[in-house]
């Protein structure tokens, strides 16, 4: 096996989904993990059960606790599905995150007809708890979504119904600190990082015309 590949070292019995991951990223500091891996590894030791939610832990990882992992938006050499811990270093993480009261929650769901809300070109994703993710796979779960990023505004209001959204999993990942929906605000890194390789090249070609590169 190509010492590059990371390895399930468990048996993984931790009781979460984010300290099994979490675990096998630390086993496997500087080598490439594949979503097949990933999913192993979040199963529960248990029960056998497949969990849908597997990438939202992934994503806390990055966004909760601070550590690095890469992905193919990060790094040429890593392809679609594939991810890597470059180091266990984790950065000064954000306040802890507010969430709705339970009250407010079930008047969000009732406002959105208990849809996903993320809305693309016009779109509605619409999918319900329980339907199947016709991307992702697995079930979807809804969940509150700030709709002023987490990094700009931890404390909004657990009771102001008007500032949550319910989101799936795949678009809570999505969303990430992409833009703001009140104000507008976009975090162009971000965005550059999940474009295709072909769009990050015709941003690097813009620049380059911008400043007038001659190298």
Not at 25 to 32: A, I, P, Q, T
Not at 151 to 156: F, K, L, M, N
Request: glycine letters at 6%; one cysteine or more.
């Amino acid at each position: 096996m190509d010492d590059r590949n990371a390895k399930i070292k468990g048996p993984y019995t931790q009781t979460s989904i984010r300290a099994r991951i979490r675990a096998f990223f630390l086993d496997n500091l500087g080598k490439v993990a594949t979503r097949e891996q990933l999913i192993k590894v979040a199963t529960d030791p248990v029960t056998g059960r497949v969990p849908e939610n597997w990438h939202q832990r992934l994503s806390e990882l990055r966004t909760d606790e601070g550590y690095t992992i890469l992905s193919w938006r990060n790094r040429g050499d890593l392809r679609v599905s594939e991810y890597m811990m470059p180091n266990a270093e984790r950065r000064s993480t954000a306040s802890k995150r507010t969430r709705p009261t339970s009250a407010t929650w079930k008047k969000v769901l009732e406002q959105h007809k208990h849809k996903c809300a993320w809305s693309e070109g016009g779109t509605v994703c619409g999918l319900r708890d329980g339907d199947v993710d016709p991307v992702g796979g697995g079930t979807i779960k809804l969940t509150p979504d700030h709709k002023t990023p987490h990094a700009i505004h931890a404390e909004i209001d657990p009771q102001d119904a008007t500032k949550w959204q319910p989101l799936c999993g795949r678009h809570q990942v999505m969303k990430k600190n992409y833009w703001d929906d009140e104000t507008g605000w976009l975090n162009v890194v971000a965005i550059v990082q999940s474009a295709s390789e072909s769009q990050k090249l015709e941003v690097y070609k813009l620049l380059q015309r911008y400043f007038g590169d001659k190298n």
